[in-house]
T-cell receptor, first 113, second 114 residues
Framework: NAGVTQTPKFRVLKTGQSMTLLCAQD?????MYWYRQDPGMGLRLIHY???????AKGEVPDGYNVSRLKKQNFLLGLESAAPSQTSVYFC????????????FGPGTRLTVT | AQSVTQPDIHITVSEGASLELRCNYS??????LFWYVQSPGQGLQLLLK??????LVQGIKGFEAEFKRSQSSFNLRKPSVHWSDAAEYFC????????????FGQGTRLTINP
């Protein structure tokens, strides 16, 4: 049981490049989330999904897109990276019955130059 | 909308000393409260949670937290810290708004002096 995994762990992009971050969970959780973590700001919700084929915007969705084609996977895309997107990105998942805690992946450190 | 404030950005304590990390929340209904810990370069691990019932909750690694509705607080405590407790600690409040949304505080970085 690996829990929540994220790939890649590190990535450096140039401004304007695109990339996709992959999150996978093996706990059969319905809900999945993408957060970004910036110094002094805690974690902020980017997008989330309440089930396969569904996505919704969080607190800071601009510049990001997501897809949930399979229940176990949640992809975060940056179509045209900007330096302001330099951050650490965390994926999380949870059961659908409220309240349940969220389980977090190890994070992806992204630098945009 | 809910919010969380962790007043202390950085705290330093000596190994073996007691610890209290402060957390104040703002939420109109009954809050669901969490403390997470993040070791350097790692993801977040749940320390403890409060959903209802006893206002003093026990967590992993010897941590406990007390929910005080009158003070809108959920402070984290440990009677004797270990060097391995050095990490960043996040308080979060949860609400169900179409999904289980967590709002995090800014975090408190804990340094342990030998």
């Amino acid at each position: 049981n690996a829990g929540v995994t994220q790939t890649p762990k590190f990535r450096v992009l140039k401004t304007g490049q695109s990339m996709t971050l992959l999150c996978a969970q093996d706990m059969n959780h319905e809900y999945m989330y993408w957060y970004r973590q910036d110094p002094g700001m805690g974690l902020r919700l980017i997008h989330y999904s309440v089930g396969e084929g569904t996505t919704a915007k969080g607190e800071v969705p601009d510049g990001y897109n997501v897809s949930r084609l399979k229940k176990q996977n949640f992809l975060l895309g940056l179509e045209s990276a900007a330096p302001s997107q330099t951050s650490v990105y965390f994926c999380a998942s949870s059961y659908s019955s409220w309240p349940y805690e969220q389980y977090f992946g190890p994070g992806t450190r992204l630098t945009v130059t | 909308a809910q919010s969380v404030t962790q007043p202390d950005i950085h705290i330093t304590v000596s190994e073996g000393a007691s610890l209290e990390l402060r957390c104040n929340y703002s939420y109109g209904a009954t809050p669901y409260l969490f403390w997470y810990v993040q070791s350097p370069g790692q993801g977040l691990q749940l320390l403890l949670k409060y959903f209802s019932g006893d206002t003093l909750v026990q967590g992993i690694k010897g941590f406990e937290a007390e929910f005080k509705r009158s003070q809108s607080s959920f402070n984290l405590r440990k009677p004797s810290v270990h060097w391995s407790d050095a990490a960043e600690y996040f308080c979060a409040v949860g609400a169900y708004q179409g999904a289980q949304k967590l709002v995090f505080g800014q975090g408190t970085r804990l340094t342990i002096n030998p």
